[in-house]
């Protein structure tokens, strides 16, 4: 079966850094995205990795690999606002987004 | 670019009426839409697929005859909720998927969300 698995949640300090991992199971793998999702909101993007390795992007890095099947969100100098879910969803051989619950990350001032 | 919009953004209706909730592509053409089902606390739940022209794919244990989906041009699908009941008050959330507008790099697909829809039917 498919499975995705997050932290249900975590507490950090704001201007601290963390780091929100995540593994999968999938039936096949085009690439693995990362979601935030502010409580009463929809889903905005982070990041997409589809090869082995680091991508930074601001604040915010995503590493993949794929042969461990295993992925991380870095957060960088925390701001309050970065209070949300984060969900990670690998993308299946059909091209579908496999949605795990996500982890809420709360921070503290 | 790629703004899904969706509305209403919030509705009150009573048992037994239905509710229509729309979603919209607005700067592009999506060759599919889903719609999700989201209770509080709780992951993303893939209610359906659909493709424009076409029958919506269902995920198992989503009642078709309950929730009908018109996806009736490369910019707009509905969902229709019929003979709502309490337990179907939740957040609806839809995304647009557009194939290689190049916004997320490497991506074969791209997914876009509107804002949502928080249904509550008493």
């Known amino acids: 079966g498919q499975n995705i698995d997050q932290p249900t949640e975590m507490t950090a300090t704001e201007g601290a850094i963390v780091q929100i991992n995540c593994t999968y199971q999938?039936?096949?793998?085009?690439?693995l995205f990362w979601y935030q999702q502010h409580a009463g909101e929809a889903p905005t993007f982070l990041s997409y990795n589809v090869l082995d390795g680091l991508e930074e992007k601001g604040r915010f890095s995503s590493f993949l690999s794929r042969s461990k099947g295993y992925s991380y969100l870095l957060l960088k100098e925390l701001q309050m606002k970065d209070s949300a879910s984060y969900l990670c969803a690998p993308m299946d051989s059909n091209y579908q987004l496999i949605w795990g619950a996500g982890t809420k990350l709360i921070i503290k001032p | 670019g790629a703004v899904v919009s969706q509305h209403p953004s919030w509705v009150i209706c009573k048992s037994g009426t239905s509710v229509k909730i729309e979603c919209r592509s607005l700067d592009f053409q999506a060759t599919t839409m889903f719609w999700y089902r989201q209770f509080p606390k709780q992951s993303l739940m893939l209610m359906a697929t659909?493709?424009?022209?076409?029958?919506?794919?269902?995920e198992q244990g989503v009642e078709k005859d309950k929730f009908l989906i018109n996806h009736a041009s490369l910019t707009l699908s509905t969902l229709t909720v019929t003979s709502a009941h309490p337990e179907d008050s939740s957040f609806y959330i839809c995304?647009?998927?557009?194939?290689?507008?190049?916004?997320?790099?490497?991506?074969?697909?791209?997914?876009?969300f509107g804002p949502g829809t928080r249904l509550t039917v008493t």
């Open positions: 659909s493709n424009e022209g076409s029958k919506a794919t269902y």
């Open positions: 995304s647009a998927e557009s194939g290689g507008t190049g916004l997320i790099a490497g991506a074969p697909y791209e997914q876009y």
């Open positions: 999938t039936s096949g793998f085009n690439g």
